[in-house]
């Protein structure tokens, strides 16, 4: 018995994600009392053996550069033909793990719970604490098949790392043919990720037009956050799509969220609710937001976020 | 070409959320069900687009539930659509659903099949996933933009921080978000359409259920708002730095 965790990574480098799934993984681990490893599919630069300190053991790797780009059929056979006496996959809910995992639960006829918030209640069973409703509720799942699958939420698990070293171990698999070939990548350099960001800064239609998005952009760019908006803010092409967050658009659980001219609709609370601590600046003293707050200014943000933006810089010189 | 869209059931985004049964079930007293948004506005309607392009292109809906899930899917056939399928059940597990789906897939020979990203209620991000796995066939997830050429596709999907073009080959399983098409609110003349259109209900074929639900718990309520005035923002990033320290 032990735990296989999925070691997501992209441009040469294994994501902040996973580093959650390796910690959540091998404290998992410690508490069934078994080992827990990682399995890498493809190639970075950074140094396996190192993983040993998020607490695993070993670091399977399928060293072959044609896995750097995703195809989910593929990978979830290689992860399939990895499982060894894996009991418990680990996987990050992200956009990697939300393709390949649920295809590996078909495979081995493992049963699978998504977005988990927290490591299973083992007492009595198997079960796992999901986020549900959008971030509204949690359902504690039990999971009964032999093989179980988890895949947990990003930023919910605080990464840990103590000494430790893991040994590599080539796997000589051979990977299909994939079906899927990436023809382009249109990815917005030197910007923070929105899903994996600590601190979000967003804007909405109280910021009255697209010109006026320095602003944000200011104070992101302080706080080294990601940026994101309302959905009629996206919908009227002010900003990009991925920048859309809410019920129909991108959940997201940062440290900070800092909503700006947002009235806070329940549809846009649903993708920012799980939220560490929220922050509303909005000049409507009645505006719902400032009830799902924990710190707040009733203020017209042209003139209280330059002023943040200032008071920040003063505190990180 | 045929393609199967996957249509589920899931109480408005407006809900109040609570639960009964020592908490065990969902209160659905007074909840207004509504066809899943991202099955509705992009999995649906894309279809539909298609098929408004091609003739020759037929576009099935499928749900797996209960008899209570039928307003839904007539809705969703007012939109568009040829027929519609009710696999005939009230199991809730993934990998249940999604081998129900599956065997429908199987049997009409699809070489599309299109999902939500996730349903707003359990949020699984997994039934396409899943029927990919089960079928063997390439799954792009979390897609932002379908176009048909042939016998490919050519799929942008989300990735961290932008996204990935993505050439396929049919068959496969598209999970479709926003920017795949636009809402459309059903007219008249389908709405009339929708009530004679096929909709055949189906007994579940024989599946195994790997999880259930044990209890489900709401988050602990927040301790409410701390206002600062707008005329002393230095105090706000005193209590980010010091009490919350997020910054
Ligand atoms: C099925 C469904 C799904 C939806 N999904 C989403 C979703 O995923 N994400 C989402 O965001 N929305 C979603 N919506 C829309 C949602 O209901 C709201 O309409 C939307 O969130 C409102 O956006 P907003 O707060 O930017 O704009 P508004 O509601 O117009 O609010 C603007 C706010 O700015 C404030 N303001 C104005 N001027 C200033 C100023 N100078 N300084 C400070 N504050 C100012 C105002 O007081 C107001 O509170 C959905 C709706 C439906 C029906
Ligand atoms: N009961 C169901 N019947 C038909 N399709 C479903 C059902 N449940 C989920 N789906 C489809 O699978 C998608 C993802 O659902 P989930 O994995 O549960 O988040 C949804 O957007 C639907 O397209």
């Known amino acids: 018995m032990s735990v296989l965790i999925f070691i997501d990574h992209a441009d040469g480098h294994i994501k902040k994600a996973a580093f959650e799934a390796l910690t959540y993984g091998a404290d998992l681990a410690r508490q069934l009392g078994v080992q827990a490893g990682g399995l890498l599919l493809g190639t970075v630069s950074d140094d396996l053996a190192a993983l040993g300190k998020y607490g695993i053991t070993t670091v399977h790797q399928v060293n072959n550069e044609a896995l750097n780009q995703l195809d989910a059929q593929v990978q979830a056979k290689l992860v399939a033909q990895a499982v060894g006496d894996a009991t418990v996959l680990v996987f990050a809910h992200n956009q990697t793990g939300k393709a390949v995992a649920p295809r590996v639960s078909a495979l081995l006829k493992a049963g699978l719970v998504t977005g988990a918030v927290a490591l299973p209640d083992t007492s009595n069973g198997f079960v796992v604490k999901k986020s549900v409703f959008s971030g509204k509720a949690f359902a504690n799942i039990a999971i009964s098949s032999a093989v179980k699958i988890i895949t947990l939420n990003p930023n919910s698990y605080s990464i840990k790392t103590a000494e430790g070293t893991a040994a590599v171990n080539q796997l000589s698999l051979t990977p299909d043919v994939p079906k899927v070939t990436v023809t382009a990548v249109n990815k917005v350099s030197g910007e923070v990720p929105l899903t994996e960001a600590e601190i979000v800064v967003s804007g909405g239609r109280g910021l009255k037009g697209p010109e006026n998005w320095k602003l944000v952009e200011d104070l992101a760019h302080t706080l080294h956050a990601a940026t994101a908006c309302s959905r009629p803010v996206a919908d009227s092409h002010w900003r990009p799509h991925h920048e859309h967050v809410g019920q129909t658009g991108i959940q997201i659980a940062p440290n900070l969220y800092i909503a700006i001219g947002i009235s806070g609709a329940i549809q846009h609370l649903a993708g920012v609710n799980r939220s560490k601590v929220i922050v509303v600046i909005n000049k409507d003293p009645e505006a719902p937001f400032f009830k799902a707050a924990d710190y707040g200014i009733v203020g017209d943000a042209f003139e209280v976020v330059p002023q943040l933006t200032e008071a920040i810089k003063a505190i990180k010189k | ?247």
């Not at chain 2, 070489?111 to 707003?120: A, H, N, P, V």
């Not at chain 2, 999970?175 to 459309?184: D, F, I, L, N, P």
């Open chain 2, 1 to 247: 070409m045929k393609i199967l869209v996957c249509v589920s059931k899931t109480p408005d985004t407006t809900s109040k959320i609570a639960f009964t049964n020592g908490n065990t079930k969902f209160d659905d007293a007074g909840v207004q069900w509504i066809i899943n948004p991202y099955d509705e506005w992009y999995a649906l309607v894309r279809a539909i687009e298609l098929k408004e392009k091609d003739a020759s292109i037929t576009v099935h809906l499928v749900t797996v539930g209960g008899a209570d899930a039928e307003p839904i899917i007539r809705k969703a056939l007012a939109l568009g659509g040829d027929e519609a399928f009710r696999v005939n059940t009230d199991n809730h597990d993934s990998f249940y659903i999604a081998s129900q789906i599956a065997a429908i897939a199987k049997e009409g020979a699809y070489d599309l099949i299109f999902t939500g990203k996730e349903t707003i209620d359990y949020n699984g991000s997994s039934i396409g996933g899943l029927v990919a796995g089960l079928l063997d066939l390439p799954y792009i997830s979390l897609a932002t933009k379908f176009e048909l050429n042939g016998a490919t596709a050519t799929v942008n999907r989300e990735i961290e921080g932008g996204e990935e073009v993505n050439s396929v080959s049919l068959p496969a399983v598209i999970s479709c978000q926003k920017g795949v098409a636009e809402q459309r609110i059903p007219n008249m003349r389908g709405i009339m359409a929708a009530r004679t259109k096929p909709l055949k209900v189906v007994e579940p074929a024989a599946a195994d259920s790997l999880t259930s639900v044990a209890s489900f718990e709401l988050p602990p309520a927040k301790a409410g708002v701390k206002l600062v005035p707008a005329d002393n923002v230095a105090e706000l990033v005193r209590l980010l730095h010091e009490e919350a320290k997020v910054i």
